[in-house]
């Protein structure tokens, strides 16, 4: 059973920069296809950034440029810095798991809340 543990969310001004990690444990990473999910009051969930089995990292056009997500398979972690943090970033970011060979994310963890103030 894969499990996902988030940490690093917190409050921060408009502009300013946090980090968000994700270790998954009982599965090894390198099987994993990872990626990070957020959700904002009322609003549906979105992809914020998935990593790809050759290792690559697609992300939302609303992210490019201000956030970067790596995934050390060595550790089995999956991180998120985000940069430029504006307010409409506010929500609560959840960081999933998928085989590699399978489309649909089984695995979620608890999520870990950012909120930005302006």
């Known amino acids: 059973q894969v499990q996902l543990l988030e940490s690093g969310g917190g409050s921060v001004q408009a502009g300013g920069s946090l980090r968000l990690s994700c270790a998954a444990s009982?599965?090894?990473?390198?099987?994993?296809?990872m990626a990070w999910f957020r959700q904002a009051p009322g609003k549906e969930r979105e992809g914020v950034a998935h990593?790809?089995?050759?290792?690559?990292?697609v992300y939302a056009d609303v992210v490019k440029g201000r956030f970067t997500s790596s995934k050390d398979n060595a550790k089995n972690t999956l991180s998120l810095q985000m940069n430029s943090l504006k307010p409409e970033d506010t929500a609560m970011y959840y960081c999933a798991a998928r085989s590699c060979s399978g489309p649909n994310y089984d695995y979620w963890g608890q999520g870990t809340q950012v909120t930005v103030s302006s």
């Open positions: 009982g599965y090894t990473a390198s099987t994993l296809c």
């Open positions: 990593s790809n089995r050759d290792g690559s990292i």
